[in-house]
C-alpha cells in the first residue's frame, strides 16, 4: 500500500466517523401545556380522586401552582371528605385548560 492511500484512507475514516458524532439541530416543541385540576372550598380533611386512585388532600391542589396536572381526555373526578363523596364528575379536559372544581358546604 501507498503512503498516499492510507493518508487517505485515514482521512475519509476520520470523516466519516466525526460526521457520526453530531448533534441534531432541530428543536423539540412539547406542545400545549397539559390540563390541570383545582380545588376550591374543600374542607382540610377532604381527599382528591382522579379516575378511582387517590391523588391527595385537596389543599394540595388550591389553585394557583398548586394545582393537578393530568392527561387530555375524560376522568372521573371525586372529592371525598372523612369517607363521604361531597362532590362527583365526569369531566373532559384538553389544551392546557384548568378544570376548577368549588366544594359548597
Known amino acids: 500500500m501507498s503512503f498516499q492511500f492510507k493518508r ?10 466525526c460526521a457520526c458524532n453530531s448533534y441534531p439541530t432541530d428543536n423539540v416543541s412539547l406542545g400545549e401545556e397539559r390540563p390541570a385540576i383545582v380545588v376550591e372550598g374543600a374542607s382540610k380533611t377532604a381527599a382528591l380522586y382522579v379516575d378511582g386512585l387517590l391523588m391527595g388532600n385537596t389543599s394540595r391542589f388550591s389553585g394557583n401552582k398548586n394545582k393537578l396536572l393530568i392527561e387530555e381526555g375524560r376522568h372521573k373526578v371525586v372529592v371525598k371528605d372523612n369517607g363521604v363523596t361531597v362532590y362527583s364528575e365526569n369531566i373532559f379536559v384538553s389544551g392546557g385548560q384548568v378544570k376548577i372544581i368549588s366544594i359548597t358546604n
Open 8 to 17: 487517505v484512507s485515514i482521512v475519509l475514516l476520520l470523516t466519516v466517523l
